[in-house]
Each structure stands twice: as C-alpha cells, then as structure tokens.
C-alpha cells in the first residue's frame, strides 16, 4: 500500500508525461501501462503520429516499470522500431520486464494503436541506482 | 531557393515540434540542427530532461535531414544512448548522414547540453519513398 | 514441399553458420529456430561466449526467418540486448516475426540457455527485396 | 609497458576471434581497430558476408577499446546499421569512445571495406565492473 502510494506521487511528478497527455493507466512490479489520446500537437510535418511521441509514449511506461522496485532506474539505451502510421484515436503502450539483476535490467514496450495493432516496438535498458525512490519524491 | 521553401514550409507543418519547443536552427542535403530551450514541462519524475524529449529533439533533426533530398523519408527503426542527465538550459542536436541509397539512408545525431557535453547518442534509418515533399506539403 | 526444399538448400548455403556450428532446427512462414553446441571456440578473452557468436546465432535466425516468405530480406539495422554470461552447452535462438509489409519487416529472436534463462535479445529489421529466393539458390 | 603486455595477454585469449580470423592492429586507451580477412566461411546464403561477422569483427574491436582501463568491461546493448554487402578483400573496425562514466561506457565502432566505404556502424554500451583485467589473464 505505502509503495504503491511513493508510486503514484512518483508517476505524478513526470511534468512531461503531463504536458504530452501520456496517462499511466496500470502499474505493479516491473510491468506498467500508459495510453495516450492523440491531439492535433501530436503530429508530424506529413499529418502522422510524430515517432518523438510514440518513443515518448512508451519511455513513460518504461520508466514506471522500471521504477517500481523501490530504487532509482535510469534509462541508459533504447531500441525502437516503427511500424504503421497513425493518426488519430488512442495509443497504447504495455511494458513488460524481460531481465532484471541488481544494477541492469532491460524492458520491452509494445505500442499499438486502437484497432490493436502493433505500431512500435522499444526494447530499453536501464542503470538501477541504489537510490531510495522515497528520497527522490521528499 | 525553391527547395529551401519548400523544405521550410515541409519543417513549419511539425505540430509536435512547434508544441515541444524545438526549433530547427539549420538544415540542408543529408544535415539539420536542432535546439530546444529547457522548461518546466520538459522534466520527469527526478527533476531531470525526460528522455522521451532528448529523443524527440533527435528526432526533429532526423526528419529534416533525412526529407531534405526532395522526397518523403519514414523512420523505422533508431537506437539511442543516454549520457548524462540535465536540469536546465539549452539542448542541442546535430544530424548527420551516414549512409543513403535510393531505398535506405542512416543518421547519426548528436545531443549536448549549453557546456557541449554529450547527454545523447541517436543513430536511425529511414525508408525513403518515391512521394516527393512537395505533393504533401500541397 | 517445393518451398521447404527451396529453403533448405538456402539455408545449406550459409557457409559461415556452419563454420560457426550453427543449425538452424526449424523453420516455416515468419519463424525459425536454430542451436549451437559451445565449443572452445566461442569463447571470448574471459572464458564466457563472445557476444558475436550469440548474435550470430540470432542472425542465423533472422535470416531464415525473414527469408521464409520466398523472396530476399537483408538485415538493415539490428539490436541486442545481453543479460547473463554462459560458458559451455547449447544456446537456443527463436525468431518470430512482429511486422512485415511489402518492403520492410521485423523479428525479435530470444537467445536461450540449457536451463531456459534469457541470455540475448535480439530486435531486427529486413529489407524486402523483389529478388525470388529460388533465382540466388540457382 | 606493464598496461599493453596485460592487455595484449587479453586479446590473445580471445578464442573467437582468432577462430573468426578477426585480429586487433593497435589498442589504447578509449580506442582499437580490428581487421578481417574475408574467406568462404565468412559468407551467408546469398553469397556476402554474413552479419554475424561484420558484428563480429566491430565486438572484437569494442572489447578491446572498453577494456582498455584497466578493469573489466561487459557488453550490454548494441545497435547496429548494415549498408553495403560485400564479398571479399578484408574488413576494418574503428572504435572510439563517445561516453565513460565509472559503471557505463558507449562505443562507435565504423566497420568499413577495403575501398574505403562504411558498411556497417555499431554503437555499444558496456557495464563496467570493477575486476581488474590482471585477475581475468591470470
């Protein structure tokens, strides 16, 4: 309960995930979901999603993952791929943890779109400080 | 003079860029740069950039060097590196290409901070379409 | 039938993934597997499998597995994850197939140990040629 | 002197290297270039040199550079672009680092043909430990 409760102040404090629109849905230990509900600002020079918002997209639930043992994870490299173009509606990223050891661990996000497919793949790795992610919050 | 127009025109229709604060400061065949002013709502969740907007930064360079030879390039997949986590001041990228053929082009984009200090490293492929940029920006 | 004996004799083709000891054990439309006994051979300067013969092993994968579908793909930019050094048995490589149109397509392929641990992960992108299989395998 | 015999004695333990063929012309600090001649075994299906063996040659030559101070380094994660197909003549690998803190470090490794062309480019991170190569050699 108290972890979940540094979890949430935690997410609430990504002033960009905000400003993007990116919306944690579901979070637990080493997994983590975010939507995302595409607006006008969230286009490119040819009228498609910008690959800046879908990586972002994605970075948000890679960063709750990846967070949510108890200590400071900082992402170190990333690996995306695109898939389709899209417009409109509503994105979707599910991150899922596929390593994990003291001082490493690597996650994939998948992104799709509302009919459910696949837009994005990002495999990320992170740094696990040993930070207290109560100490980061105050 | 027509090609710089046109790619001007091509930059200025980037809703996301415009939203995030990135601006394209130089471009031409197979370069750009790009630079973005840090606020507030760039931050994440330790009070550092968020890396979905170091990325994103990359990724408005990206795009301008890699339309820059008269037809619509996609991005398809981008491996970035992060080196060091800033709070403040003014971020900038520098994209170069590495490879291109008719089908394929690569860029290498470097992101630093206002003491030169490399915080990125972004290496990505585009699939380059036979669309040329002047029948999309209509 | 025709096309599983047009990829077998594709597959018999790759000298290097013999050289290596690489077999690829099963294969079909988007998929493969393949396995390499470790040797002395594989190994790096501090007596754990080099990282290039674990990707490697991967590729041998993703070549049968972009190529399944009876034209050429090559390989246009890959990553690898490592999570866990090995020093003798078999690896174990599964590719399968998360997107493919007409020209571009991608695979992530698991690289296991005996005991089932994750020891690579491998996320790459093909080229879609129009050149049939059959015409390179003469 | 002391520094190059321990380090020369590291890469000579590099048994894959030398069944590959791969050999290190000159090493130091931050940086290393590797080189391979190209025979039959090096070859894929469609008669070029497999990818395994362009990431090969680049690893050996990561190795050697993020080795090179003196404790022990791991590879974590790899990117890497392919853009030309050769068939024989020898390969060069060029690494460089771009980023050391005390736990991470990122390489480029340029991998190029005996004209002079990039053919691959690879960008790798390493975890380092604090194991001093001199305990590794033995």
Avoid at 42 to 57: A, K, M, P
Avoid at 116 to 123: N, R, T, V, Y
Wanted: hydrophobic share 40%; charged share 25%; proline share 1%.
């Amino acid at each position: 309960m108290d972890d979940m409760e540094t979890m949430k102040r935690f997410i609430d404090r990504d002033r960009y995930a905000r400003y993007l629109g990116a919306e944690i849905c579901r979070w637990g230990e080493g997994y983590a979901s975010a939507r995302l509900e595409l607006r006008e600002e969230h286009l490119n020079s040819v009228n498609t999603v910008h690959g800046g918002v879908i990586f972002s997209l994605a970075d948000c639930a890679f960063s709750a993952a990846s967070n949510s043992h108890g200590t400071v994870a900082v992402a170190i490299q990333v690996c995306i791929s695109f898939f389709k173009a899209v417009s409109g509606g509503t994105l979707h990223a599910e991150a899922r943890e596929v390593s994990r050891n003291p001082k490493l661990a690597t996650y994939m996000i998948e992104v799709s779109d509302d009919s459910g497919s696949l837009i994005g793949l990002f495999q990320g790795t992170v740094y696990r400080k040993s930070t207290p992610i109560e100490e980061i919050i105050g």
